[in-house]
């Protein structure tokens, strides 16, 4: 299979839906890495999966007025995660848990720590941002601007790995950034999600992702991030999906269509 993927959108939209975090997907030739049992992986995959936001996504799409672009990537984050700096900027590094993690969401080993993480930077890491810095590139020149929503969910419970836990977890979390998030934006995207409850800034999880070639520097690339608490949709840690689902979707399409 692919390690990603880009859906078409509608021609003209600027809204690229980023799903980083979806899968469960672990190559074979990535496994043996791994030193944690079948059994141990499924529990951290049940964990530090963003489980059912492909779907989201994908029902937000096809909800929205104007069809967005999705980006999602097919494998798990403990491959490599494409969200993180891979390098000295990435602070969940102290953690294990930069680009390769070493570590699981309650701290135990992942993979030994002298782990080189070259091999999969090279072989998945430097694809997915070439990649995601072209579909940027390209609604830019479709567009004249581009808009990132980066999907999330969250556990409505701390884990062991967060390093801003003590904050609020509220039903949605929007991520910003102080150059790529504009005003309006956060303000449709708390207009949005209203009908799914409380929606807070930047706790416990914050910022938003931009691919490196425009981060910092064009101003045309609007981002948010998305984190949705899992209980609000879905049976934790790794369980199906409820009802609140649906009501998700409608908040998402709505946020497209602002956009």
Same mark, same amino acid.
């Given at each position: ?10 021609? *003209? ?24 049992? $079948? ?10 999966? $963003?489980?059912?936001?492909?779907? =989201?996504?994908? !029902? ?6 104007t ?10 984050? /403990? ?7 891979? %390098?000295?900027?990435?602070?969940? *590094? ?6 390769? @993690?070493?570590?699981? +969401?309650? /701290? ?5 720590? $002298? ?5 999969? /930077? ?10 995601m ?6 609604r ?22 967060? !390093?801003?836990?003590a ?6 979390? !929007?991520? +910003?950034?102080?150059?790529? +998030?504009?005003?309006?934006?956060t303000?449709? *995207? ?18 938003? @992702?931009?691919p490196?070639?425009?981060?910092? +520097? ?7 991030m998305?984190?949705?608490?899992r %209980?609000?949709?879905? *049976? ?8 609140? =689902?649906?009501?998700?979707? $409608?908040? /998402?399409?709505? !946020?497209?269509?602002?956009?």
């Amino acid at each position: 299979m692919s390690a990603f993927e880009l859906l078409p959108g509608d021609p *003209a939209s600027p809204v690229l839906l980023h799903v980083p975090h979806a899968a469960r997907e672990i190559p074979e030739n990535v496994r043996p890495a791994i030193v944690l049992d $079948d059994r141990a992986l499924a529990a951290e995959l049940d964990h530090i999966t $963003d489980a059912h936001t492909a779907e =989201l996504a994908a !029902l937000a799409a096809e909800l929205a007025t104007t069809t967005p672009w999705r980006f999602v990537n097919r494998l798990s984050r /403990l491959v490599v995660d494409p969200e993180r700096f891979p %390098d000295e900027r990435e602070e969940m *590094a102290a953690v294990g848990m930069g680009a390769v @993690y070493t570590r699981t +969401t309650h /701290l135990g080993e992942l993979r030994p720590p $002298d782990t080189d993480p070259e091999p999969l /930077l090279e072989r998945y890491f430097r694809p997915y941002a070439r990649a995601m810095t072209e579909a940027v590139a390209d609604r830019l020149a479709a567009a004249g601007r581009a808009v990132i929503i980066d999907v999330h969910s969250y556990p409505s419970a701390p884990l062991p790995y967060e !390093l801003h836990a003590a904050g609020p977890r509220p039903p949605v979390c !929007l991520g +910003t950034d102080p150059f790529h +998030t504009p005003p309006w934006l956060t303000a449709a *995207a708390r207009e949005a999600f209203a009908p799914c409850g409380a929606t807070g800034l930047d706790s416990p999880f914050a910022g938003t @992702y931009v691919p490196l070639e425009f981060y910092g +520097t064009d101003a045309r690339v609007g981002a948010l991030m998305v984190e949705i608490r899992r %209980d609000t949709y879905m *049976a934790e840690p790794g369980g199906p999906t409820g009802p609140g =689902l649906d009501r998700l979707a $409608d908040a /998402l399409a709505g !946020l497209v269509n602002a956009v």
